[in-house]
């Protein structure tokens, strides 16, 4: 178990293959769907089947089981609008770990059942007006713990790259692009470092796109204030990070954005063509492919992350009906 200091180290590629190792002895592949897309046969991603319905898993667990054993004892403490809460409350629990979430207050009601189920103590904060980090920063400064950032954290970054590890497996090669969707960055700069060869597509919310502004103008960009409303609860970070940056600059492509009426239509798409139920941020980059905003040849693969949507949004959203509440 390493001790460094998430401050103090870089995420790698071997450490993307370390961390897709460990993976695979606690979690199945996921699996990798073809499907036809204007006419081009792609595949896509189902990390919707993870046991916690998203590939957050992936950084959760492979952060926490480097975690040295003082850290262990002393407790985990993340900021998620839910995926990454249950992937961090997942591994937490599984380790016997003490993990504290901070979540926002309209995160939806499924995603908090689904943290606290597993185990993790809530807190719950307001979007708009709180900075998440500075509550985490609160906690931890008062009670002690690790900080698991959702993005910005070496382990993590390495932990959700092994997807790209997994794809290249089931391929036989690796891919030539992988379309993503993107919201602080984390899978993205994963993907980068897993699959060397291939054409990193970052697909963000309209309004949303901190990572895609940020790789085009080489700095930080925050989010407009006030921040524009998006279907997308799952990608919609206030800023990246400069180690995201770091790793996507000169390796993604141009980034796009997707409004929510191009998500709802990929969400009722991957349900009548792939029986798949996807919640809105977990279909961004299929929402991309399917309006052709991304190129795509036959060995393109598309990310479809997460699947925890609220069950009325989603009806109403598989009935045609549009949904104005944040889900």
Known sequence: MTEQSATHRNPSRDGVVAAARAIAEILPPTPLLPVEIGGVTVHVKAENLQPIGAFKIRGGWWRLVNLSEQERAAGVVAVSSGNHAQGVAWAARRLGIAATIVMPHDAPQVKLDNTRALGAEVVPYQRPGEDRDEVAAGLIAENGGTLVHAFGDPWVIEGQGSAGIEIAAQLGREPSRIVACCGGGGLSAGLALACPASAIHLVEPEGWDMVGQAISQGRLVSVADPAPATICDALQPNVT?????????????????????????????????????????????????????????????????????????????IAGEACATRV
């Open 241 to 317: 990070k400069r180690i995201n940056l770091d790793l996507l600059r000169g390796r993604a492509e141009p980034g796009v954005t997707v409004s929510d009426d191009e998500v709802r239509d990929a969400q009722r798409w991957a349900f009548a063509n792939m029986r798949l139920v996807i919640e809105p941020g977990g279909a961004a980059a299929l929402a991309a492919a399917l309006a052709g905003k991304v190129p795509l040849d036959e060995g393109s693969v598309i990310m479809v992350t997460g699947g925890n949507a609220d069950p009325a949004a989603f009806a109403a959203t």
